[in-house]
């Protein structure tokens, strides 16, 4: 018996990333029962709702919506709540800045039937850049893991969220990011069981406005920001303690060290740990950075 899996894609302003995606979709090499659903999350353009609609003769059934409350939170709940209304046993995930390799879903599929996890996450590929680290990776070694880094390449049981009352990712996250850590965060208090799949590769690009010692800085602050945000909302006596030595080590230690490789590809990392710290310093004062404000490609 096929698998049948329902891939959701939320985008927002990116139609030439969007078509690259979908034509790698189209190019899957599968014997997986598919669909594919978009949500447009830009209510007023819906460029990507339109692409969706002027590609006819598509090789699998393709359904675009609009999402029309802003945020990534809400778009992902968007896509949860018509993918939930088939009868598809697997909810895939992937944001439209990324495309997935021709073995993807068997890849992913495979590991999921090896390991019987119940959310599986795939490494994402990036290409190069100006050479600063930072831009790195997103793998693991396939197996079981105990937390998942993202929701951009995802596979997840559908039992798991219809086990999940509504909204699935929490609308306090809409721009600020972290919605996919909290909503990791509390399966694994479910007792829900995580995996990695190595093989279930989606590529990405780092877009020119992302290519900088800056944005590493800014995207830094914003994961520390909505990282203890997190942290916060779910009362981890005992984690804050722990946050709190590792935020004042990285404010100390941190400067020296980027002193040390100001002249090294590898000056960012001291730096992005500063002002990861200082992101998670300001989110105990009260503040939140709306990174997914700023929209980062086409």
């Not at 795939?122 to 880094?149: K, N, Y």
């Not at 935020?247 to 740990?273: D, E, F, M, T, Y």
């Not at 009260?286 to 404000?293: K, P, W």
């Amino acid at each position: 018996m096929r698998d049948s899996v329902i891939l959701c894609v939320p985008t927002y302003k990116r139609p030439v990333m969007l078509r690259r995606l979908l034509d790698a979709v189209a190019a899957l090499k599968t014997d997986a029962d598919l669909r594919v659903l978009v949500a447009d999350n830009d209510a007023e353009s819906h460029a990507g709702f339109d692409l969706c609609h002027a590609m006819r003769g598509y090789r699998w059934p393709l359904t675009a919506v609009i999402a029309e409350r802003r945020g990534i939170a809400q778009v992902r709940n968007t896509l949860i709540e018509k993918a939930l209304k088939t009868d598809a046993a697997f909810i895939a995930m992937i944001d439209d800045d990324e495309w997935p390799a021709a073995d993807w879903l068997d890849q992913f599929l495979e590991t999921a039937h090896q390991t019987k996890a119940d959310v599986l996450q795939g490494s994402i590929l990036f290409g190069v850049g100006t050479g600063l680290e930072g831009h790195g990776d997103i793998r693991h070694a396939s197996g079981p893991v105990a937390m998942l880094q993202g929701a951009g390449n995802l596979l997840i049981r559908r039992a798991v969220l219809e086990d999940m009352p509504a909204p699935w990712f929490d609308p306090a996250f809409a721009l600020s990011g972290g919605e996919d850590r909290e909503f990791f965060v509390r399966l694994g208090r479910a007792g829900k069981r995580f995996a990695w799949s190595d093989e279930a590769r989606a590529h990405g690009d780092i877009a020119d406005t992302r290519d900088n010692l800056g944005w590493l800085l800014r995207r830094a602050y914003s994961v520390g920001n909505s990282d203890m945000r997190v942290l916060l909302k779910h009362g981890f006596e005992k984690g804050l303690a722990m946050e709190l030595a590792k935020i004042l080590g990285a404010i100390a230690l941190s400067p020296l060290a980027a002193l040390a490789l100001a002249l090294s590809p590898r000056r960012a990392v001291p730096l992005q740990k500063l002002f990861r710290a200082v992101g998670k310093l300001t989110a105990l004062l009260g503040a939140r950075y709306n990174e997914y404000a700023v929209v980062h490609g086409r």
